[in-house]
């Protein structure tokens, strides 16, 4: 098998693409061509940390339940929040997962958060401009 060791110049040499070899050989692509370049996201202001531009606010919440559950969990406790708008319920799931390095999931309008997180959670929500928060049991 020839290996190809000439120059860049003609077709095949080592400065032509792997996509301009293979139009050269006869090859074509069916569907639309890659981009070029890939762009950048655009950067975050240097005062403000990545996933407070993120953060959806609790200011026009109303009241926050915070309580904690273990009836029908197989013994383990998790913490509930209920009262949260629902469209920002997946992402205070998301939120609380990252912040709080525990799972937490969506059952119907609740944060689960597993654990005894209620101090924490609190803390978190009022971080977030929660103004009423209620802590049950």
């Known amino acids: 098998m020839a290996r190809n060791t000439g120059t860049s110049s003609g077709s095949g040499g080592f400065a032509a693409t792997f996509g301009e070899q293979l139009r050269a050989k ?5 569907g639309p061509s890659l981009p070029t370049s890939v762009e950048a996201a ?4 240097s005062g403000q940390p990545a996933q407070a531009a993120q953060s959806p606010s609790l200011e026009s919440a109303g009241k926050l339940v915070i309580r904690r559950e273990s009836k029908g969990r197989g013994g383990k406790s998790v913490t509930v929040v209920s009262g949260l708008p ?12 990252s912040a709080l390095g525990c799972g937490a999931t969506v059952e119907g309008v609740c944060v689960i958060v597993q654990g005894d997180q209620m101090t924490r959670l609190e803390a978190l929500l009022s971080k977030h401009g929660a103004r009423r928060i209620v802590r049950g049991n």
Do not use: H, R
């Open 26 to 30: 006869g090859f074509s692509t069916p």
């Open 42 to 45: 655009p950067p975050v202001p």
């Open 86 to 97: 629902v469209e920002l319920v997946a992402t205070w799931a998301q939120l609380a997962k």
